[in-house]
């Protein structure tokens, strides 16, 4: 991925309109919003008011009914399935509010999942996974499956599963949503430590403030429309 | 290879579901194996029937005799090779149930017109110069104990010796082996002109010729010149191909080809259902995984072929073990406790089987994998 102004995200115009049935659900209207490379970005705002809409479309989950997504100098909304699944691959880490491990694999194979879709070999595979895990401090779990795990243990295992690929854009959908306070704050340490330390970009879509506000920037997200400041 | 372990971890989800899944086709494919063995054995020697002989045995039916001059005859016949004779003795080895084929025949002609019959020169050399000479079929002699200088009662049902005696002893002089894995090898085969000069009745009559023709595409020709041969005589014959003959044979018992395939396709119909029915819960029950798949980079593609390699693993599993355990069986013996003259799984089962295993695999994985295909990623993680 290349980096040219130093803008990593550049969202020009986007529209993002979803089809139930005959009626049309506008959850973004002419959305501009540019993410500086190494940034730490929260998006807070209302239930419904598009943030994982947002974030979806960032991460080439989901594609704009208008407007242009631009990661990293790349069109992704004008990519094929195919390509976008293989740029997703090398160039995003999800994070889920629920972990989405796989819970017949154990911590390790989790980790390696991504790296399946590449041309290393087992054993450079198992390798990798086992320095994600240990930068997350999990070295000692690689054997567990998710069940044996805490909610705090799991979001650890899928945060070096984002991360195992080496990626230079990590998308957290509420990452401390349903964990208790203490694991909450120790991922946010940790997300803190992957931005600054290792200069991830990072989008984090969040409910709660205290989360926010190891953000470097936040944005509000209401009716489709990004602000600044939390409109009432 | 290395999304093997993926695939058999998600098999591994739901131990119980899927080790009845797999027992349902094991049992399936061990069914189809088993089975096609049976069919083997009633259409034993269809396969393997020489496609320049002829039987030719009475119109009316085959319990009605020839006369032994007709084979004279029938050599005179333009196309004809060579005819020999034999006749059905139907006797009783100890017990009705110790089934068997016991044949009177003249050796050397027999042994000259079915040369899948082996044995040692010696064998020969001793069943020509002895009168109460028998040769066995190996499956026959091993099912009985029997070794070469044994003698063998055998009680006659249909022909009773002069006197009334109904006790024939034979002694056996030879074990014959098959040149062919479908060749009858439980056939016990004794001297005619022993049998025709020691028997009540039926003096110079036959049961039915074998004929060997010089060209085999002139099958239907000379079958109908020997038929017209003996047209308007009292014993009017019906020539047709070995295999043909022996296929009305094993369809005297009806079409055990069609009843095999109706028990099967049933089975294999309810199979689909079982893991067809299995495969769709897996798919639905982790929409959000196949999804997290997706979203870190797994194509449509490459999760449909997850999908269906799971669909491959089941069926391919227990299509294995089932065709490998039906083998087993096989070889432990037939189930009328070597009556069958031949019983195996032909190599013909084996690629059907594997033909169907991948067919299983595709029709019960095809509409789940699609599904898998066709799921959107922003839809199914809000799910």
């Known amino acids: 991925m290349t980096q040219g102004s130093g803008d990593l995200v550049q969202i020009k115009n986007v529209d993002k309109v979803f089809k139930r049935g005959s009626e049309e659900i506008h959850v973004l209207g002419g959305l501009d919003l540019t993410i500086p490379d190494g940034e730490f970005l929260a998006l807070m705002g209302p239930s419904g008011s598009g943030k994982s809409t947002l974030l979806n479309l960032i991460g080439g989950l989901d594609r704009p009914s208008q407007g242009s997504v631009e990661v990293g100098g790349e069109n992704i909304d004008q990519l094929s399935d195919r390509r976008l699944a293989a740029w997703r691959a090398r160039h995003v880490g999800l994070v889920f509010q629920f972990y989405n491990l796989m819970p017949v694999l154990t911590a390790q194979k989790n980790v390696e999942l991504p790296l399946l879709l590449t041309h290393l070999s087992r054993a450079e595979r198992k390798k990798r996974a086992a320095i994600a895990l240990d930068i997350v401090g999990l070295s000692h779990r690689n054997h567990h499956f998710p069940r044996t795990l805490s909610g705090g243990e799991q979001q650890r295992v899928g945060i070096a599963r984002a991360i195992v690929t080496d990626p230079t854009l990590l998308l957290c959908d509420e990452p401390t949503g349903d964990l208790d ?15 600054r330390e290792q200069g991830k970009t990072i989008v984090m879509v969040t409910h709660d403030i205290h989360a926010a506000a190891r953000a470097s920037r936040t944005l509000y997200l209401n009716k489709g429309r990004l602000s600044t400041e939390l409109e009432e | ?3 093997l372990y993926l695939v058999w971890s998600n098999l ?10 797999l027992l349902s086709i094991i049992v399936a494919f061990m069914l189809f194996g088993y089975l096609g063995a049976i069919k083997q ?3 034993q020697g269809i396969d393997v029937a020489g496609l320049d002989r002829l039987i030719v045995r009475h119109k009316v039916s085959l319990i009605q005799l020839l006369p032994a001059s007709y084979e004279s005859q029938m050599e005179q016949i333009e196309g004809v090779d060579d005819a020999v004779h034999q006749t059905w003795f139907g006797g009783v080895y100890q017990k009705p149930s110790n089934f068997f084929a016991q ?4 050796p050397e002609e027999y042994l000259e017109m079915f040369p899948e019959l082996l044995l040692t020169d010696e064998e020969k050399e001793a069943w020509f110069n002895t009168r109460t000479g028998a040769i066995a079929g190996r499956k026959t002699a091993d099912r009985f104990g029997w070794k070469v200088g044994d003698r063998i009662p055998i009680n006659a049902t249909i022909w009773p010796r002069k006197g009334g005696e109904r006790t024939w002893e034979f002694d056996l002089v030879g074990i014959y082996d098959g040149a062919e894995k479908g060749t009858d090898t439980t056939q016990f085969l004794f001297r005619f002109d022993y049998f025709d000069e020691a028997r009540q009745n039926g003096q110079g009559l036959v049961g039915w010729y074998t004929v060997r023709i010089k060209d085999p595409e002139r099958a239907a020709e000379v079958a109908a010149a020997i038929d017209s041969r003996f047209a308007n005589s009292s014993s009017e014959t019906k020539a047709e191909p070995e295999g043909a003959f022996l296929q009305g044979f094993a369809n005297q018992v009806g079409d055990i080809g069609f009843i095999m395939m109706s028990i099967i396709a049933a089975v294999f119909f309810t199979i689909l259902l079982v893991a067809g029915n299995t495969m769709a819960y897996a798919v639905r029950e982790r929409t959000n995984e196949l999804a997290v798949l997706k979203a870190i ?44 003259p031949v019983f195996y799984i032909p190599a013909r089962d084996f690629i059907i089987g594997t033909v169907l295993i991948a067919a299983v695999a595709l029709v019960a994985g095809i509409l789940p994998a699609m599904q898998a295909q066709r799921l959107r990623i922003a839809d199914a993680l809000r799910r």
């Open chain 2, 12 to 21: 591994k989800r739901a131990k119980m579901r899927t080790s009845l899944t």
């Open chain 2, 297 to 340: 980079g797994f194509t449509d593609r490459g999760v449909m072929g997850l999908v269906l390699g799971e669909s491959l693993v089941l069926a391919g599993l227990g299509g294995a073990v089932g065709l490998l355990l039906a083998w087993l069986l096989v070889s432990l013996g037939d189930p009328s406790n070597g009556s069958l």
């Open chain 2, 41 to 43: 054995a009633f259409n």
């Open chain 2, 103 to 106: 044949l009177p025949v003249e």
């Open chain 2, 1 to 3: 290879m290395k999304y």
């Open chain 1, 181 to 195: 306070r203490k694991s909450g704050d120790e991922i946010l340490d940790l997300l803190q430590a992957l931005n």
